[in-house]
């Protein structure tokens, strides 16, 4: 008999021990992303969240984690993740999880709740697929290697935001998005709440650029890796082909770095951007001052989680990345799942 209860901090230990069992993946390619040592961290990014735990015989074998987020007329309901021990599969337990999530979402009549899914992550999107979830959008996870540094040569002024630019960088950042699905305008009050509250992010970690004193591009830089690292168990074959190529090459000249299996990856994200179409060389010179950032400070790797039809997507190809994709699933609660082949990635959901 399995017993589905609310999170005790007494859990924090057992969850983390239960996670670290539980990679992302199949038998080419999976990871495992710690959280440690706060379980909890992850959620308190949100204005308001959830976790249920499930116990056999009074020992947690699993649980479930969701936020409710607002939209312009209905809530809707954001998945975080579900882990079941490895010991206990094929009972059913990741079902009943998944239902109180969904019960959850009807009693505040959410339109609709959704999650992401790790693309080689096959035993998670069949579970999904099979309670009804449709896949409805593809977005892209892009690693940049910090190999070597870019030089910045334009005349662009790339700066780290002041108070004065705020409220020009919220306009810039609400017109680049607007139409996306889950994206709702910033205010100035609200964008400095969000960003302060992301651990790791902070609006002295936001950078501008400017064209003849206007702000024509921007960005956040993300230590993500304050409440996520990644190691990969399993590393995907063309990962290994490339990275003996770039062996090879190396003596010849400086190449990107491919991350090996059971290295562990400190992330870092480049989140919120936006620029005018006009100047997209600017938000070029924004990400090589990440790269160089990160190039000093003996950071290999940085990135991003972008919709494909996004347009620092050709941006973003000069830079050599590697790709890999989450599949975003959703369902229809209390009205229906909104069209989501224009959507904001929010940088909080990426942290799997």
């Known amino acids: 008999m399995v017993n589905i209860r609310p999170f005790r901090e007494e859990d924090n230990d057992t969850l983390l021990d239960i996670e670290r069992l539980c990679p992302q993946g199949n038998e080419e390619c999976a990871i495992i992303i710690d959280k440690g040592p706060d379980i909890t961290a992850r959620y308190e990014i949100y204005d308001n969240w959830e976790i249920r735990v499930a116990e056999k015989n009074a020992a947690a074998v ?5 936020t409710i987020k607002q939209g312009l007329d209905e809530p809707y309901l954001y998945i975080v993740e579900v882990m079941v021990h490895p010991g206990h599969k094929d009972l059913g337990i990741e079902v009943e ?14 339109s609709y709740i959704y999650c992401y899914a790790y693309e080689p992550n096959e035993e ?8 009804g979830y449709m ?25 780290r935001i002041n108070p004065d630019d705020i409220h020009e960088t919220i306009k810039l950042i609400n017109s680049y998005y607007h139409g996306n699905a889950q994206f709702y305008p910033f205010t ?82 480049i989140v919120d951007f936006a620029f005018e179409q006009d100047h997209s060389l600017a938000m070029e010179e924004i990400i090589d001052y990440f790269n160089n950032l990160m190039f000093d400070t003996n950071c290999k790797f940085f990135g991003a989680y972008i919709d494909p039809d996004d347009p620092i997507h050709g941006i973003m190809k000069k830079f ?19 069209d989501l082949s224009r959507t904001y990635v929010d940088c909080r959901d990426t942290i799997l």
Not at 97 to 110: C, N, V
């Open 320 to 338: 050599k990345p590697m790709y890999e994709n989450l599949y975003l699933y959703a369902k229809p609660i209390s009205g229906k799942v909104p």
């Open 62 to 66: 699993g649980w479930i984690g969701w």
């Open 188 to 269: 100035t009050e609200k964008f400095r709440d969000y960003t302060e509250r992301i651990l790791g992010y902070g609006l002295e970690n936001f950078i501008v650029a400017k064209w003849k004193g206007y702000i024509v591009a921007c960005a956040g830089f993300w230590d993500c890796s304050v409440l996520m690292e990644v190691t990969y168990t399993k590393e995907p074959m063309m990962w290994k082909i490339m990275a003996n190529a770039y062996g090879i090459l190396r003596h010849l000249a400086r190449m990107p770095d491919i991350p090996s299996e059971g290295e562990v990856c400190k992330l870092h994200s």
């Open 97 to 110: 999880l998944i239902g109180e999530a969904e019960k959850a979402a009807s009693e505040i009549k959410a």
């Open 124 to 131: 998670f999107i069949d579970l999904f697929e099979k309670l």
């Open 135 to 159: 896949k409805e959008k593809t977005i892209q996870a892009i690693s940049i290697s910090a190999y070597k540094k870019e030089k910045i040569e334009s005349g662009y002024e790339i700066e």
